[in-house]
């Protein structure tokens, strides 16, 4: 089994990829309108930061998320015992934020917010019946004017051999939120779970965009979206010397958003977060 990359453009892709998602809990799309120049930028002027001892003046917010997280309280994924091997920044268009590299992010932000939005919306489009009837209101609208979607800047630093024995770059997780929308990283690695529980690797040619669904879609669906497992596996042989940029993008639904009769979008996060470690 292989996950290949669908045409955002052709005639076929909104059930190609809502199909590729119900399948694999993954859509690879190209030719689709988020620019690669800013990307690539962002890559690069990222690096910089996280090279830097600037990245300690943004130590993060416990209460709002929102800034600079270091090696040492990277999460732990759910069910494992080593932290992973990876620093991050959390950005949120009210948050903390270098002067410098905010024009650039926000911009990001807005593009991907926007291709999102149309995500979801052909998610619901192709929806059956009886998921859809499960929905609270539109997925599209549960995200609009929302302040908890998160884009997360990671590092991945270059491996000395020093790590701690069983630790990888992102342990194996499902994400919290609705979708994750994700450029191809600078360097391979993601893999996701096949339902037969086999590792596939997903396609990292720049200029790819990757989709995964989260545990609130899966929620709000009743199980028919699953939240696949995935992780971020150590490189072998000389790639360990590079660092990984990557760019995901958590579409949170707005807190008071019913998912289900169990939850809300705020305590779903609130009980993961907790899981994490992270709150």
Known sequence: MKLEAIDFTADDAQE???????????????????????????????????????????????????????????????GHNQRDIKEFFHYYPWGQCPETLKDELQNYYAQANALAATLLSWVEKHSPADVSALYSQSLSSMIENSDKTLLRVLHYPPLKGEEELGAIRAGAHEDINLLTVLPAANEPGLQVKAKTGEWLDVPCEFGNLIINIGDMLQEASGGYFPSTTHRVINPEGADKTKSRISLPLFL??????????RHTADSYLMERLKELGLI
């Open 16 to 78: 190609r990829f809502v199909e590729s998602l119900r399948e694999t809990g993954f859509g690879v799309l190209k030719n689709h309108p988020l620019q690669q120049e800013l990307v690539s930028a962002i890559y690069h002027n990222w690096q910089a930061f996280f090279d830097s001892e600037d990245k300690y003046d943004f130590r993060f917010n416990a209460e709002t998320q929102d800034g600079f997280f270091p090696p040492e309280i990277s999460e732990t994924a759910k």
């Open 252 to 261: 949170h639904p707005k807190p008071d958003v019913v998912l289900s009769e």
